[in-house]
């Protein structure tokens, strides 16, 4: 129920700026912060959303701009990796690029700044991908029937 849920808010979702994005032709390039922005990036966080919820907006990202940019800091590196692989290990997507780094944090409550771990994952659309999408958009439709029908 809970994932249902979460795929139909991804549905429902409408990303901002795919026609600047287009329009520049930087789909995949620019600034990270600020104005610009990728709009195929996603900065996971482990405590504000389920897994699944990024499962599923990173398939949709790569259904608009063939390819996603997964990022996170610290804790949540676990889980933009676990996302990267349920989408790896079920055929969905296939790895592009890995950056690791490390970001200086201002922290007011300790008076100073500190390292913190941050990790890039590009992943780009398999060669099934558009072929899952299809096989899994038609098995919830039959799910649906099947429901209605009992």
Do not use: W
């Amino acid at each position: 129920m809970v994932v249902e849920e979460i795929t139909e808010g991804v549905k429902n979702l409408s990303v901002a700026g795919d026609a600047a994005a287009a329009a520049s032709g930087a789909a995949g390039e620019g600034p990270k912060r600020g104005g610009g922005g990728n709009s195929n990036r996603i900065q996971v966080s482990n405590t504000k959303k389920p897994l699944f919820f990024y499962v599923n907006l990173a398939k949709r990202y790569m259904q608009q701009h063939d390819d996603v940019e997964l990022s996170a800091l610290g804790m949540a590196i676990a889980t933009v990796v676990t996302v990267a692989e349920i989408l790896k290990n079920n055929g969905f997507a296939v790895e592009k690029k890995i950056r690791t780094s490390t970001v200086e944090i201002n922290d007011e409550s300790r008076g100073r700044p500190f390292q913190k771990a941050k990790i890039e994952i590009v992943l780009g659309k398999s060669e099934k991908f558009d072929e899952l999408m299809a096989a899994a958009a038609e098995e919830r439709g039959e799910v649906e029937d099947g429901e209605e029908q009992a």
